[in-house]
């Protein structure tokens, strides 16, 4: 969601009405005439109203459907903004997605072949979480494209000097600095 209302300059603080005309207009410059194709499940996922015709339409579907087009429609708004520019997107904390988000990043590694596109995703390199098995696919069917960088955790000393730099303290109490650093590891 972050992904997308970036894509269309908007926050989760605009008023809904607001962001709907904007998904609109963007989609209609974007996508041409494909637009009205994208426009209902793009709204869905965002949490917009939907009116009359575009509401039913959405209703009917089964779970796969909507998925489907759903997948469809990001991915038809990714390859048409990085078509117009060379565009960068950054998912942090990957071993928190869940594992429809991780299944719809797997479908759009496909357009690193033919769009100006770079997928930055850190994580957490834990074979047990669901980011792990996109790294895999990332390796396996996209590995021409793949760069793989490990960070080894920080020492005590780099996390303590991390933590002071970040909130500007440089004499913490002890107990709650390892207490902060026990937390976040």
């Known amino acids: ?63 796969q459907q909507l998925k489907s087009g759903t997948f469809e429609a990001v991915e038809a708004l990714l390859a048409a903004v990085a ?11 990957l071993h928190w997605a869940d594992p429809t988000s991780l ?21 957490r390199p834990q074979a047990e979480h669901g980011s792990w098995r996109v790294r895999e696919t990332a390796a396996r069917q996209y590995g021409h494209r793949l760069t793989d ?9 780099q996390s303590e000097s991390l933590l002071g730099n970040l909130i500007g303290i440089t004499t913490l109490p002890r107990s709650f600095q390892e207490r902060v650093l026990r937390q976040t590891e």
Do not use: K, M, W
């Not at 960088?149 to 000393?157: D, E, F, K, N, V």
């Open 103 to 123: 299944e719809l990043l797997e479908r759009l590694f496909a357009l690193t072949d033919r769009a100006s596109l770079l997928f930055i995703c850190l994580f």
């Open 1 to 63: 969601l972050d992904v997308l209302r970036g894509l269309l300059e908007v926050s989760a603080g605009n008023a809904p009405g607001r962001v709907r005309a904007v998904l609109h207009e963007r989609l209609a410059v974007l996508c041409g005439d494909q637009a009205g194709r994208y426009d209902a499940y793009l709204a869905r996922l965002l949490s917009l109203p939907l009116e009359g015709e575009a509401e039913a339409q959405l209703n009917a579907l089964d779970g």
């Open 83 to 93: 078509s117009q520019r060379p565009l960068a997107v950054v998912l942090e904390d």
């Open 149 to 157: 960088l490990r960070l080894r955790p920080l020492t005590a000393g």
